[in-house]
């Protein structure tokens, strides 16, 4: 099996100055929202590189950052192009300090999120974080999040 990461290059809204997950800049200050924000969508992992005809194996959302998240963490969806996932509870804790780098944060190098992908719809991956799922007056500061899409490679 290989894999593939890449920061997304575009979200659906800005109200968090959500351009400032697009990259590892170490700082978790930025990225900053609660409860009372809309959900976010990512998209345009335009570093994604997956050969035609692979297989995928697995999607996994990893971030970088740290929360106050009170008593429930964000929640993350995926979309191949066609479908939404379910919604996945985050792995770990996220009411940790100091800032800790979560691989994954959501999903496994095995998990499909219950979707069918291709090289084509996992190159086009869409995340969606639902704060919904964060207790009133819970907080994320994250410094980053990106896609790892684990595949094998087609026969030659």
Do not use: C
């Not at 639902?130 to 999040?145: E, H, V």
């Amino acid at each position: 099996m290989a894999d593939t990461i890449s920061f997304p290059t575009a979200a659906s809204t800005n109200t968090v100055t959500a351009s400032n997950l697009f990259a590892d800049d170490g700082t978790a200050t930025t990225g900053i929202w609660d409860s009372a924000h809309a959900d976010i969508t990512l998209s345009s992992f335009s570093s994604l590189s997956i050969p035609a005809g692979a297989t995928i194996d697995g999607i996994e959302v990893l971030i970088e950052g740290v929360g106050n998240t009170q008593a429930g963490d964000p929640e993350v969806k995926v979309y191949n192009g066609s479908s939404w996932s379910s919604n996945k509870v985050f792995l770990a804790i996220l009411r940790k300090r100091p800032v800790t780098a979560y691989d994954p944060g959501w999903g496994a190098n095995n998990d499909l999120w219950g979707l069918s992908w291709d090289a084509t719809t996992a190159a086009g991956i869409q995340i969606q974080i639902d704060s919904s799922t964060m207790a009133s007056g819970g907080r994320m500061f994250l410094d980053y999040m990106s896609v790892r899409v684990t595949y094998t490679a087609a026969a030659s």
